[in-house]
């Protein structure tokens, strides 16, 4: 009798399998996949257009099959605006940037996009500290912790620091440590139960085929609750 299998995981189809030279821990690899998921659930890989500068992010033209433009190191929010307003913002752009890129040479260019309440996304993948002063005295900030180079310098903040890429290798998949990160914070605010994400989880995973998915960022969830009341 041949052994039934179950596909419970594949890559997007979006992403190619020419692998970039990123440095080990780097976090651009994760991001990347993860366009390619959100672009192909959305329908949206045909009007997309994706921005990278000269550096780390430079990898994306060769992992992603969506059409991109290249520009100088820093300038990838202007190239990016210029797009966006020369095709009357008719279509998707993003763009993926490191640390260098989006806050040290591209800081400025980043700041103007925000000043003229610009629709790009910026994402930017390897520290917290361009991010911590946007939270409120009193707030909390959770944040990924995997080869992270610097930490917070704020007292007046709450900050867990959560190794979710690590715990979600050890649950068995990388793909799971937004999960994490979210059970960390519903850990430390209690603005929704874990019931609620759970029906959410199962409205979308449930009877699909994908029970061992829907178990997995289940318990993914709980680990990052978990992660939240017991910080390594």
């Not at 998921?37 to 009007?47: D, H, I, K, P, T």
């Not at 996304?121 to 361009?130: F, G, H, L, R």
Request: hydrophobic share 45%.
């Amino acid at each position: 009798m041949t052994e039934k299998k179950e596909l419970v995981y594949t890559k997007p189809k979006l992403k190619l399998g020419y692998g970039w030279g990123h440095c080990p821990g780097c976090h651009h690899p994760i991001v990347e996949k993860l366009v390619c998921e959100v672009l192909e659930e959305m329908g949206l890989a045909g009007r997309a257009i994706g921005v990278a500068g000269v550096g780390c992010s430079f990898g994306f033209f060769a992992s992603i099959n969506i059409d991109g433009a290249n520009c100088a190191h820093g300038t990838a929010p202007a190239v990016a605006t210029g797009i966006k307003h020369a095709l009357y913002g008719k279509l998707l752009v993003f763009t993926i940037q490191g640390d260098g890129d989006c806050a040290a040479i591209g800081g400025g260019y980043v700041l103007n996009a925000a000043a003229r309440a610009q629709a790009v996304i910026i994402m930017e993948t390897s520290q917290a500290e361009p991010f911590e002063n946007r939270v409120q005295p009193g707030g909390i900030a959770v944040v990924e912790s995997t080869g992270l180079s610097e930490k917070i310098r704020r007292d007046d903040i709450t900050t867990l620091y959560i190794p979710a890429v690590e715990r979600a290798v050890a649950l068995g998949n990388a793909q799971v440590m937004n999960l994490l990160l979210l059970g960390a914070y519903l850990e430390a605010t209690r603005v929704l139960s874990p019931e609620a994400i759970d029906s959410v989880l199962e409205s979308r995973l449930a009877g699909r085929g994908r029970e061992q998915l829907l178990a997995l960022n289940k318990r993914a969830l709980r680990e990052g609750m978990k992660a939240a009341r017991d910080p390594a």
